[in-house]
């Protein structure tokens, strides 16, 4: 084990990375730009052809730096598992979404954990990064690699490091964000620990098991999406009372201590933070253990969508105006502003729900070009002056920092703002999540 740690520190050990998507290829060009030899896998041809050719199709990484890591020999890309017998360090970054019934899928782990196992050698370590349950590395890569004859710990080191990526987060990269790592052994552990501490500069923080590390990942995710269903809530609450949730949030946070603001929307998207309740009261049952408060949450926040959808019909009858036939235009169909990222983003979830309720349905996205909804693909258009007069209701749901909304609030005829877009709460066609309608008043007896 010496050896692997030694030939980490000197960054001569050469790194495999598996899964070149959000979370892969960022952590392939830090690891590039440590000074090690990066191979990155992946099955689509057309992101290896990309990498290989020096092209970027993550927003999060410098597009010079994926160059320089290409042109300089330290980063190549393939869709074959061969190249695993040259490499001493194995990471996998791979998807884990839920299944129809909300279940976990490790399918992708074990599959590339299974294509890997022919090209194993000794003295290699192999660290999932992964978001998952507790358990995976341990009851789902363990056996499979317990069929080379290796034993853990000695022959080979297995651990898991969850990533930190946070799309759009300007701040906080790969290179400054601490790790945690847990190891099968503390052998594991040391092995993991030497290869992050030559990546990133922050700390890394060196768990007791993979168990650990893997519930670290949902507790800080968890933390999160409890946080906003209550937020959510409260702004539903908020908007029948006729107070608003966002001059709340603002108050409340001038207090220097025991409050940390959070923000109400149509729903919260990304890989990670709106299944990770759900990958944890899936293995909570095998404890025979109940986590509602933490399901009520996910429950809240899948419910966003259609409350968003019901409002928009709300405020078309306010004006007369039927949802079916209304001509919608949505601002914004990634999950965050300022970044090209659909997965599980409620802006989606929102559009289906229009398209079948027969809203006549338009977006502008300046991240998203096209997208898939009810089968069929939209293309977002353009945004203009005369695009935002031809619509019944302009319904903001991605707060994207280039749309100038100084324009919407001039030309739209209705808006209904999910994100508190405007500066200015005063113009009575303008809508917000969260918020008395304009014109409000309380009803006395």
């Known amino acids: 084990m010496s050896n692997l740690v030694e030939k980490i520190k000197r960054r001569e050990a050469r790194i495999a990375v598996i899964g070149l998507g959000y979370v892969g290829l960022p952590l392939a060009v830090e690891k590039a730009k440590a000074g090690f030899h990066v191979t990155g896998i992946d099955r689509n041809a057309e992101r290896v052809a990309r990498v290989n050719q020096g092209e970027n199709y993550i927003p999060d990484i410098l597009n010079v730096d994926l160059e320089q890591a290409v042109k300089a020999g330290r980063l190549v890309a393939t869709q074959e598992f061969d190249v695993i017998s040259d490499v001493d360090v194995i990471t996998i970054c791979v998807p884990t979404p839920l299944d129809k019934n909300k279940n976990p899928d490790t399918s992708f782990i074990s599959y590339v954990v299974e294509r890997s196992l022919p090209y194993l050698r000794p003295h290699q ?12 590395t341990e009851e789902v890569i363990l056996p499979q690699l317990q069929k080379r004859g290796f034993s853990v710990g000695k022959d080979y080191y297995l651990a898991f490091s969850p990533e930190r990526v946070d799309p759009g987060n300007h701040q906080y990269k790969v290179k400054n964000t601490p790790k945690v790592v847990g190891g099968v052994t503390p052998a594991c552990t040391e092995a993991a620990k030497a290869l992050y501490e030559t990546i990133v500069e922050s700390e890394v923080f060196a768990v007791s098991s993979p168990r650990v590390a893997e519930m670290t990942k949902l507790l800080e995710n968890i933390f999160r999406i409890v946080n906003v269903s209550l937020v959510n809530e409260m702004a539903m609450l908020c908007h029948r009372m006729g107070i608003d949730i966002w001059e709340v949030v603002e108050a409340a946070k001038t207090k220097p201590f025991g409050f940390m603001p959070f923000y109400p929307g149509p729903g919260m998207g990304g890989h990670c933070i709106p299944i990770d309740p759900f990958y944890l009261a899936w293995k909570a049952k095998e404890y025979d253990f109940s986590t509602r408060f933490i399901e009520l949450a996910g429950e809240i926040n899948d419910s966003m969508p259609e409350y968003v959808v019901e409002q928009v019909s709300e405020i078309l009858n306010r004006h007369r105006k039927c949802l079916n036939g209304a001509r919608i235009l949505m601002l914004g169909m990634a999950y965050k502003k300022d970044t090209d990222d659909l997965r599980e983003s409620p802006a989606l979830k929102v559009a289906l729900s229009l398209v079948e309720r027969g809203a006549a349905l338009s977006y502008h996205d300046p991240f998203i070009p096209a997208c898939q909804v009810s089968g069929s693909e939209l293309r977002s258009v353009e945004f203009t002056p005369a695009r935002l007069r031809e619509c019944d209701l302009v319904l903001i749901t991605t707060d994207h920092s280039c749309v100038d909304y100084r324009t919407v609030a001039e030309h739209a005829p209705l808006v209904y703002d999910t994100r508190n877009a405007f500066s200015d709460h005063s113009n009575p066609r303008i809508y917000r999540l969260g918020a008395p ?9």
């Open 125 to 136: 370590l192999l660290v999932l990064e992964s978001t998952t349950y507790p358990g995976t």
């Open 437 to 445: 309608a304009p014109g409000w008043r309380p009803h006395h007896d």
